[in-house]
């Protein structure tokens, strides 16, 4: 089943072209990373599918749902973590998490079961009485992460969900994204790290300028490991080359029998 689609999806910022035509489709079920460097649109794009902001041109459908009609039903039912997480700093852990049960209306019994199972699958209830403001950036990150869960969504998209977080923090927030897909949820994150991606998603995009530069697997993507750093073989295409180089984790890119070798 088709989680999000989107039909000739375009956005302007005056003259600035922030994404161009944009057709893609996330599966139910997939970890779908929309890969690019900063700039390419990633953010334009999530912002969009969210309802958040209005595209130029052409439409997004998001659990057969559309974010410029019906935001409110989006909202619900998606997930969304972006790029800077807001938290009350002078609460606690625990009472950010209830008051967001309370915006969502949950009822007393329900909303602190939600919030105990949430905060355990962070790692957070040891820390649960503990004010925001003393948190580090992985613990936000995964309490970020807890609020988002605590409405059941269907469909998590999550902005740079590891950008500023030590290498073992982003370690342990990219374990984390494995197990809300093993349990069902389609996730859709945007990154600029080419081995990230590689290692939790199952399907790419490839984003440019504002255009898909490339879709597919990460199989597809990736079809050797050498010695710790990754090989891939793409078939050539028009800005590929560039869009890889604007990677992190890309050291450079040669072309070789109409294929590339990003190493
Ligand atoms: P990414 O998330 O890949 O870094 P963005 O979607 O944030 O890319 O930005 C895509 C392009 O649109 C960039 O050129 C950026 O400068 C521009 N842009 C994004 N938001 C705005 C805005 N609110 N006003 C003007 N230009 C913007």
């Known amino acids: 089943m088709t989680v999000i689609q989107t039909r000739g999806l375009s956005k302007r910022y005056g003259r600035v072209v922030a994404v161009e035509d944009l057709n893609l489709e996330v599966w139910e079920g997939e970890v779908f990373g929309v890969l690019g460097p900063n700039g390419s649109g990633k953010t334009t794009t999530i912002l969009m599918l969210l309802g958040l902001t209005e595209p130029t041109q052409g439409e997004a459908r998001v659990l057969g749902l559309d974010p410029m009609r019906e935001p409110l ?16 700093g002078e609460l606690t852990a625990w009472e950010n998490l209830r008051y967001t049960t309370r915006l969502l209306g949950l009822p007393e019994g329900e909303a602190k079961a939600r919030i105990e199972e949430v905060l355990r699958r ?62 069902g949820i389609t ?40 010695g710790g750093g990754y ?27 109409g294929r590339y070798r990003v190493l």
């Open 122 to 183: 962070m790692g957070l209830w040891e820390v649960r009485e503990r004010r925001v403001s003393a948190f580090s950036r992985g613990m936000r990150q995964r309490l970020g992460l807890a609020e988002v869960l605590l409405k059941r969504p269907k469909v998590v998209i999550l902005d740079e969900p590891t950008s500023g977080l030590d290498p073992e923090a982003a370690r342990e927030f990219l374990e984390l994204i494995k197990e809300l897909k093993a349990e």
């Open 187 to 226: 996730v859709l994150l945007s990154s600029h790290l080419l081995h990230q991606v590689q290692e939790i998603c199952d399907r790419v995009g490839l984003f440019h300028k504002g255009r898909l530069a490339l879709l597919g697997t990460v199989e597809e993507l990736a079809q050797r490991v050498l």
């Open 73 to 88: 039903k989006v909202k619900a039912r998606v997930g969304y973590l972006p790029d800077q997480v807001g938290f009350y």
């Open 231 to 257: 090989e891939i073989l793409v078939e050539a295409g028009p800005g590929l080359e560039e869009a890889f180089l604007g990677l992190e984790g890309v050291a450079r890119v040669e072309a070789e029998d």
